[in-house]
């Protein structure tokens, strides 16, 4: 649920220049999300002659690899709202083309700009969708999943992840901690990028969107840091239109923050006493539009 007076428009233009803004930071810490990017495309189960549909695909990260594993006769399209990530992704895969061998062509994968809650697409035209760490920042994400669910085929796989529970994600949480006891709080919240954090949450907007055989397993990863400039500028580097908003900060409270968090990161030194190492726990989660001819993924009689 959001707010009586979110303007979802506004939210959105200030999320396309924020990411926009971090593209190529955003594509250069995908090191950090390596192990949840892995069991995503595990939880989607790709094949060759598969067509993919990739969400917020910011630059084109999971498009990429997805591209790999559905050849031959496979294709997939990146797509997301803001149109520097889609550049930055095309830049960097026509780079990994330049480098690989000839004989090793070009991986079928397009890039088009395109708002999740209302994509310009065919119905059941895709056999799978993907939405890494994106259903938290859609205004209205229950528009998102039944336009996921529209655009797959039946019997089509949606594989999408979120963060946990706030507590779990001391990634994230450090972070915003600094900024709420630093800075008032905004006349409209933000949605909360720890709403789906519940698995029950999460496994029911599925369902209520028309997915079945809903299956959400955790997934844990540390991230480390050589200090604490490098967390502060990997959490900007994540952060969208929260980073857009803290970027229009006076340079003396963007220095305070840098300066609390170096404070809050005390708990999370690594044990060897040099940087920091920190958890963090996203869900993983697949399901599947019913097949024709079934309701709640039982066989419907007479096939209606």
Not at 112 to 129: G, H, R, T
Request: charged fraction near 20%; hydrophobic fraction near 50%.
């Amino acid at each position: 649920m959001t707010a009586p007076d979110f303007d979802a428009r506004r939210f959105k233009s200030i999320e396309r220049a924020g990411f926009n803004r971090i593209a190529a930071r955003y594509a250069d810490g995908a090191h950090l999300r390596a192990d949840l990017a892995d069991a995503l495309l595990g939880a989607a189960r790709l094949a060759p002659g598969r067509l993919v549909l990739d969400l917020a695909s910011g630059p084109g990260l999971l498009a990429r690899a997805a591209a790999r594993q559905v050849q031959p006769g496979g294709w997939v399209l990146a797509s997301d709202i803001a149109e520097e990530m889609l550049a930055e992704g095309a830049r960097r895969t026509l780079g990994e083309i330049a480098a690989a061998a000839p004989s090793a062509g070009a991986p079928a994968l397009s890039f088009a700009a395109a708002d999740a809650e209302q994509l310009c697409l065919p119905d059941a035209s895709f056999d799978c969708v993907l939405a890494g760490l994106a259903l938290f920042m859609f205004p209205h994400p229950e528009r998102a999943l039944a336009e996921m669910h529209r655009v797959l085929r039946p019997g089509g796989r949606v594989a999408l992840s979120t963060w946990g529970a706030r507590d779990d994600v001391p990634l994230i949480r450090c972070a915003q901690d600094c900024i709420a006891r630093l800075l008032p709080a905004p006349k409209v919240a933000r949605p909360s990028v720890f709403r789906f954090g519940d698995a029950a949450v999460l496994e029911a907007a599925l369902a209520a969107a028309g997915f079945v055989d809903v299956y959400i397993e955790p997934c844990r990863f540390t991230c480390h840091f050589a200090d604490a400039a490098a967390y502060w500028q990997a959490f900007l580097d994540l952060a969208g239109g929260a980073a857009e908003a803290l970027a229009r900060l006076p340079q003396a409270t963007q220095h305070a923050l840098r300066d609390a968090v170096a404070a809050e990161l005390d708990a999370h030194r690594s044990a060897s006493g040099t940087g920091y190492s920190i958890d963090a726990l996203a869900l993983v989660a697949s399901a599947q539009r019913p097949a024709e001819g079934t309701l709640g993924g039982q066989t419907a009689p007479n096939g209606g």
